[in-house]
């Protein structure tokens, strides 16, 4: 029997407030690019064990 895994709730976007300062910005942006290392290194172990969707 095949594993069935809810979809995942909507969740608005996640954004700054209107005049973040310039270092918030920053803190923001790196944030953004270490979520997406963590995304593309997570992709990777599941394409290389199997477990993904990918041809």
């Known amino acids: 029997m095949r594993d069935v895994n809810p979809l995942a709730p909507i969740r608005p976007a ?3 407030p209107e005049g973040a300062s310039a270092t918030e910005v920053a803190d ?3 944030g953004v690019a270490v979520l997406e290392r963590l995304a593309k290194q997570v ?3 599941l394409h ?3 477990k993904d969707d990918r041809p």
Request: charged share 15%.
């Open 14 to 16: 996640i954004t700054l």
């Open 28 to 30: 923001f942006a790196r």
């Open 43 to 45: 992709a990777e172990l």
């Open 48 to 50: 290389q064990h199997g």
